[in-house]
């Protein structure tokens, strides 16, 4: 299942640092962000491979989760919180603020047959929490 981090930051008078180091397997081997997203929702996928972890840079948004076991709502609110997803995590997002910056960092490049669109069998899509 997603795992919530608060990722170690510094604060001083000059402002905070906040340091991404050790969250997922393997190297970096994509970055990318997301932001003027609107009122809808995002991904509706999972990955053969791909740990993905998910930052909000700026602004919120929701995160939801399903593991083939159970699901889970995230709300991204700050810069230090970073949620991480596994392979097998089906997930979309939805609630951009308008001012929302979703940085993803991933251990795979992109690969167009990395993903799973399929839903688990069991997975319930519940609108809201």
């Known amino acids: 299942m997603a795992e919530l981090y608060n990722l170690k930051t510094f604060s001083s008078e000059t402002g905070d640092l906040t ?8 190297q970096i081997q994509r970055v990318f962000y997301i932001y003027n997203a609107g009122e809808g929702s995002r991904a509706g996928h999972r990955h053969h491979l791909a ?6 840079l700026n602004g919120s948004c929701r995160v939801y989760n399903n593991n083939g076991k159970g699901e889970e709502y995230f709300h991204l609110t700050n810069p230090r919180q970073c949620l ?3 392979p097998e995590d089906w997930h979309t997002m939805d609630q951009f603020s308008e001012d929302a910056i979703l940085l993803v960092v991933s251990n795979q490049l992109y690969d167009k047959d990395d993903y799973i669109y399929e839903p688990y069998p069991n997975q319930v899509m519940v609108a809201s929490e």
């Not at 340091?19 to 393997?26: L, M, Q, T």
């Not at 740990?51 to 909000?56: E, G, H, K, S, T």
């Open 51 to 56: 740990w993905n972890a998910l930052i909000c």
């Open 19 to 26: 340091v991404f180091e050790n969250i997922i397997p393997g």
């Open 84 to 86: 991480v997803l596994k």
